[in-house]
């Protein structure tokens, strides 16, 4: 079975505008959550959000280009932009047709589309943006890396809401394993912070109105996020044979589905993901050093989670540490995953756990090592990345140390 390694990565979220900006937020627990800007504020009850700051779109892209993309396509572009570059990689025609794009979103062109209901509905305005479809495609952001960088091997979309990075990265993992692929860029992009999209939040009544506190007692909810991350994969082979500069690998991606409830989690679900990484990847329990959890800063997922960690790793898991950093860059939905791998890499490269900010009192529904406010220095050789999306779809990651 090929082995396959990251070879780039590339991230812009609340936290910073480049995946090195967004892990030196991450190391050093800082918050980018803050007061929700640029939105009607009578329309709105929610104080906070986890939006891009100093994000310009005219500077990463001309008119011409930006007629035709919403910022979850933006947001996907500038990501694998920075990625390629990390990665070094130059695609001729051979390789070019041996590349796959594979991005998960969780809502696609949400802003087009929150644009396009308020003129036809609230102004009464029956002129639709002409590229309006093109924009609001889930498939978008694919289609439109792949165009940058002429990329024709297999390309497309995946949508499972908060699961879709840690899935899209998955395919890609499967992609290449299976011989379809040499490379590919994979990841999640979000641009979900729109009049109705969090209003539709805000009615479900999950949101938080002070900060994100995952596995605190004292938690209230969770805080939306948007952004995006992407990856360059490759097998070893073809990582090697250039003399990349491999950062992890990704050796296992365990999915599941609950067939329980359409929102509530279930620890057994979430526990068959976590076992079935561990499975492909080779690794055992006692391997992992490290889990970035859903950790969603809800009631009820903090506390499943916990309890489906302690059904895969029993007693191992009281030396595990377990941070959840939305705390800081919020719940990003489709993107999630994509900005915690960030967090992941950056573990097993500098032997750092980002921390779980905004602690403040133990729950004994989450009796974990959850990192609590402050990073730990830790040697980390293996660890884990869970997603877990409402409709019960469950997507984890299984990360090793390279080097």
Not at 13 to 38: D, K, V, Y
Not at 212 to 231: K, M, N, Q, T, Y
Not at 352 to 374: A, G, H, K, Q, S
């Amino acid at each position: 079975m090929q082995r396959v390694v990251i070879t780039g990565m590339g991230c812009v979220s609340a936290l910073g505008l480049s995946a090195g900006a967004t892990w030196q937020a991450m190391r050093e627990g800082q918050p980018g959550i803050a007061a929700l800007a640029g939105l009607p504020a009578a329309d709105i009850r929610t104080p906070i959000a986890a939006q891009l700051k100093g994000y310009e779109p005219t500077a990463h892209f001309d008119e011409k280009r930006l007629i035709l993309l919403d910022p979850v396509s933006q947001y996907a572009l500038v990501a694998a932009r920075e990625a390629l570059a990390q990665s070094g990689l130059a695609f001729d025609d051979p390789l070019a047709e041996r590349a796959a794009v594979v991005i998960g979103t969780g809502i696609g062109g949400a802003t087009t589309q929150d644009q396009t209901a308020r003129r036809l509905y609230g102004e009464g305005n029956p002129r639709v943006h002409p590229m309006a479809i093109v924009r609001v495609m889930p498939n978008a952001p694919a289609s439109q890396i792949s165009l940058e960088f002429g990329l024709r091997g297999p390309t497309f979309a995946v949508a499972s809401a908060c699961a879709s990075a840690n899935h899209a990265l998955g395919q890609a993992l499967l992609l290449l394993r299976s011989g379809a692929a040499d490379v590919a860029l994979a990841g999640g992009t979000e641009a979900c912070i729109t009049v109705g999209g969090v209003k539709a939040w805000e009615a479900m009544r999950v949101l938080a109105d002070d900060t994100c506190r995952p596995f605190s007692r004292h938690r209230r909810g969770l805080v939306l996020g948007e952004g995006a991350g992407i990856f360059v994969l490759e097998t070893i082979e073809h990582a090697q044979s250039r003399g990349a500069v491999i950062l992890a690998e990704l050796c296992g991606a365990g999915m599941s589905a609950d067939a329980s409830d359409i929102v509530m989690p279930d620890a057994s679900g979430a526990a068959r993901a976590m076992r079935a990484a561990l499975a492909q990847g080779g690794l055992a329990p006692v391997d992992i050093g490290y889990i970035n959890a859903h950790g969603t800063g809800t009631l009820a997922n903090d506390a499943t989670e916990t309890r489906a960690i302690r059904a895969v790793f029993g007693a191992h898991a009281d030396a595990l540490a377990v941070s959840s950093t939305k705390s800081m860059h919020g719940h990003a939905l489709g993107a999630g995953g994509a900005i915690e791998l960030v967090a992941v890499i950056g573990a097993l490269r500098e032997g750092v756990v980002p921390p779980t900010i905004n602690y403040l009192e133990p729950d004994p529904e989450c009796d974990l090592d959850v990192v609590p406010n402050v990073a730990q220095q830790r040697s980390v050789q293996a660890a884990l990345s869970n997603s877990f999306a409402f409709g019960g779809l469950n997507a984890v990651l299984a990360l090793r140390r390279w080097g």
